[in-house]
C-alpha cells in the first residue's frame, strides 16, 4: 500500500501543525478539515484537502480511504466534549481500521488529575475525577481495546496544552497578543508553580515520529517539551522577546468563578484548574530514550517564532478591516 497520512482535525493548532511537518519530509498527507474552516489555512501545494466531518461516521470512513497512518487531532471547546467526544472517536477507529492504517492519538495530561510536585512518568495512575477527566480516561480505554482487540494499531503521545502557531486559546493566546499590545499577561493560578511548556511544532514532530515507529504503537509516550519552568518566567522570556516590560495580570479564583455563572468555556475550564495552581510535568525519559534523535526547540526560538505568527496575525486582521 502507498503511504498516506491522514490527519483528521486539520483545522485546529496541533493538527495543522502535523499536516506541515509530513509535507515539509515529503509525505503524501491529507488534510481532513470543516469546509467552513478550511478557509483559515494556506496549505503546502502537495497536500491533498478533503471537506469532512468525522461526527458522521460516513464522512470519516471516506476521509480515510486508502490511509496507512491516521492522526486523531480533532480540537473541540470544553462544552462539546458530552455532546460529540465519543462518536468522533469510535467513527475514527472505524474508520482506520477500515482503510487498513495505524491510529495516532494525541493525548493530554486530563486523564491523571493532580500530578504532584515530580514529573509523571507514563505509569501515572489515571486519577481524574471530573466529567471530562473521565471522559478521556473512557476514550484512553476504548483506543486501546480496539489495539489489543488487532482491529487498529493504536498510539497515544501524551502532550501538555501546547504553544505557537495558530494555538489562540484562553491560556497562550492572550499572553502573546498582550505582549505585542504592552499589556499585562492574564494568567489564572500560582504563576510559580512549576509547569511544562510545549511547542506545537515539537508537539507535532513528536507525532509524526512516534506514527512511524511500529514498535512505538499499544503505548504511551510523554513528550513535555523543551524543559519546564514557571508561567511566570514564560512570560518573562514573552515580553522580553517582544521588547516590553513583563506584566502579569492575575485572575483570580473568585473572578474566574463569577465569569463561569456567564460563559460555558469558563465553567467547563474550571474542572482543570489545579492544572494550574499545582505543579504539572510530565516524565519525558522513555521517549528520550527511544528516540535519542529527536531535538526540541529552545523556548527562546520557539517564542520568537510565536510572536512573529501573532504580529502577522494582528497585521492580517488590520488590513481585512481596512479594505472592508
Known sequence: ????????????????????????????????????????????????????????????????????????????????????WRAQTDNIILASRVAGASLVSPGNVYVYGELGDEPATEEHALAACGEKGCLRIETQQMLFQAHEDGDVPVVIPRFTDPYGQFVTDRVFGPVFEDALRGKPAPWFGNVDAMRDFLYVDDAAAAAVLIGRTPDAYGQVWHVPGAGPMTPRRFIDMVYGTAGQEPRIHALSPSLVRLKAVVDAE?????????????????????????????????????????????????????????VS
Open 266 to 322: 469558563t465553567r467547563e475550564f474550571l474542572e482543570f484548574r489545579y492544572l494550574f495552581e499545582k505543579p504539572s510535568m510530565l516524565d519525558g525519559s522513555k521517549f528520550a530514550a527511544a528516540f535519542p534523535e529527536f531535538e526540541y526547540t529552545p523556548h527562546e526560538l520557539a517564542i520568537e517564532r510565536t510572536l512573529d505568527w501573532f504580529s502577522g496575525r494582528k497585521a492580517q486582521e488590520a488590513m481585512e478591516r481596512a
Open 1 to 84: 500500500m502507498a503511504e498516506l497520512h491522514v490527519v483528521f482535525g486539520a483545522h485546529g493548532a496541533l493538527g495543522s501543525a502535523i499536516v506541515r511537518r509530513l509535507a515539509r519530509e515529503g509525505r503524501p498527507v491529507r488534510a481532513v478539515v470543516r469546509k467552513a474552516a478550511a478557509q483559515r489555512f494556506t496549505w503546502p501545494p502537495q497536500v491533498e484537502v478533503f471537506h469532512g466531518d468525522a461526527l458522521y461516521r460516513r464522512s470519516a470512513i471516506e476521509a480515510a480511504r486508502d490511509a496507512t497512518v491516521v492522526y486523531r487531532c480533532i480540537p473541540l471547546k470544553f462544552s462539546m466534549w458530552a455532546e460529540v
